[in-house]
């Protein structure tokens, strides 16, 4: 998970803040071809356009995306873009339907809050329904068309920040009634279109209240406030039918440990998770809550650094069977890790809860989010998948964004169609793999020796120091096998 993108332009100096009003304000001359095209109603909220529209005056008439059919499966030939070439949802592959191994979700933060903004440039992106305000008005037309996207791609899972789709009042008060405002448009549209939340989550790390961290930070005013959005948060997912509810501490570490009590700062964190444990559990909310490690950005050093450590830290504060691990791709690879690795350690552990599909640059050092292309990645990541017998009541969310030369509207279904269809792709090369098993002889062939009287003693945890010392003058020096690397590389290659 990443800082929502429409926030970052918050960063600029003054001086930016003009040419960005400027560019907002000529927005609605400056749209290219392709997005003025799926207009259909002036993005203002003071127009007559729509004036008999359901939410009201001024509301978007019509369709949001005119000009994109409902996405379907036309195989692997099919030259149309806007389709699917491997995800067929109902098809069964090793005993699932595709749709049931996949579970994928849409991240509105990324998809409907992505501005292509970034620490050196204005935003880039001008949706033709957003009329340049975070108002109530805007966020309600802004969760239809999120709708109206997730019927036409097929997906009926979603993922949300609060502060994303709702924005925030002068006092929390304010900002809890705002919440709940478009809490109900989205119950609506959920129980119109059967779409429902994959998980939710808490935005703890935008407003400047967590520079310091949220359950982490030195003040206990901020640490109570925390609390008390992850409260709502958690009413809120719980409320919407959410099946998952994510903590992902971006600024829940620390810059310098000369200013940091480390230990007070995890004890902390340890309590602030435990206090939200039963916090779930009273309201009868029966979703799995997950943890998303990161091992630095925005902070140099974050507390949750990779899956391993994550673990350690639930273990050593008894929270193991009370937590899941969200494993994001790019994050893995920020922590020196593949997915892969990172999906092996969580699944292992009888940790693997969710994975937010995305995938980083590996010329560039920091979390680009990119959507997942990769084939031979995507296999290695439903190699885990299948092993673990699927994710659910996890899923795939597309925690990745378009490019941020990528402005046409038409480019959000392109970007998830490719990424659902690498992983499927994924899927199908697994399916061979298992059906060919030599891939699988290999590994076991390696480890056969274990299968010996004297292998089963240890693996039991009965082979004591002085039986293999007596075993060893038994036998003299070992014989090593190939480790056969190479061959194991042209077998997996061999599927894709």
């Not at 916090?279 to 990161?294: A, H, S």
């Not at 690498?422 to 399916?431: C, I, W």
């Not at 274990?450 to 009965?462: L, N, R, V």
């Amino acid at each position: 998970m990443s800082p929502s993108p429409w926030l970052v332009s918050l960063a600029f100096n003054s001086m930016k803040c003009v040419e960005l009003l400027l560019l907002l304000l000529a927005s609605s001359v400056c749209l290219s071809p392709t997005i003025a095209a799926q207009q259909t109603c002036p993005a203002d909220l003071n127009s007559k356009c729509g004036d008999d529209a359901p939410s009201g005056p001024g509301d978007w008439e019509g369709e949001f995306f005119p000009g994109i059919p409902k996405i379907k499966y036309e195989g692997p030939t099919n030259k149309n873009t806007l389709a699917y070439k491997w995800y067929n949802a109902e098809e069964v592959i090793l005993g699932k339907k595709m749709k049931d191994w996949m579970r994928f979700s849409v991240a509105f933060w990324h998809t409907f809050r992505g501005t292509g903004g970034d620490v050196f440039g204005a935003p880039t992106k001008f949706w033709p329904w957003e009329d340049g305000t975070n108002s109530l008005a805007m966020a309600k037309r802004r969760m239809r068309a999120h709708f109206e996207f997730m019927e036409k791609l097929g997906v009926d899972r979603w993922c949300f920040h609060d502060r994303d789709i709702a924005p925030d009042g002068k006092t929390l008060t304010e900002t809890n009634e705002n919440l709940d405002e478009i809490v109900e448009v989205a119950k609506k549209l959920q129980d119109e279109t059967n779409i429902k939340p994959l998980w939710g989550t808490a935005q703890l790390f935008m407003h400047p209240r967590y520079m310091h961290g949220a359950a982490t930070s030195p003040e206990v005013k901020v640490y109570a406030y925390a609390a008390a959005q992850v409260k709502k948060a958690l009413e809120v997912t719980h409320y919407l039918g959410g099946e998952n509810y994510v903590f992902w501490g971006g600024r829940e570490g620390y810059q310098t440990l000369l200013n940091t009590d480390m230990k007070r700062e995890l004890d902390h964190l340890a309590n602030f998770l435990q206090a939200a444990v039963d916090y779930k559990k009273k309201i009868g909310f029966n979703g799995t809550l997950l943890i998303e490690p990161k091992p630095q950005e925005p902070t140099k050093h974050q507390y949750d650094w990779d899956v391993a450590t994550t673990f350690s830290f639930l273990q050593k504060y008894g929270l193991t069977g009370e937590f899941k691990i969200n494993v994001e791709c790019n994050h893995a690879t920020l922590s020196g890790h593949s997915c892969h690795h990172e999906l092996e350690t969580a699944r292992i552990n009888g940790l693997l809860g969710n994975i937010d599909a995305n995938t980083g640059d590996p010329q560039i050092g920091w979390d680009t989010d990119q959507f997942l292309t990769d084939i031979s990645e995507a296999t290695l990541v439903m190699s885990s998948v299948v092993k673990n017998g699927g994710l659910a009541p996890g899923g795939f969310n597309f925690d990745a964004k378009l490019r941020r030369e990528s402005t046409d509207v038409e480019d959000l279904f392109l970007a998830h169609i490719s990424g659902m269809d690498t992983l499927a792709r994924g899927l199908r090369n697994v399916a061979k793999l298992m059906e060919d098993g030599s891939l699988d002889g290999l590994v076991r062939k390696r480890y056969q020796s274990f299968d010996s009287e004297i292998g089963a003693t240890i693996e039991a945890g009965k082979g004591d120091l002085e039986t293999l010392e007596k075993k060893v003058l038994e036998w003299g020096e070992p014989t090593v096998s190939s480790g056969k690397q190479e061959l194991a590389e042209m077998l997996f290659q061999s599927a894709l």
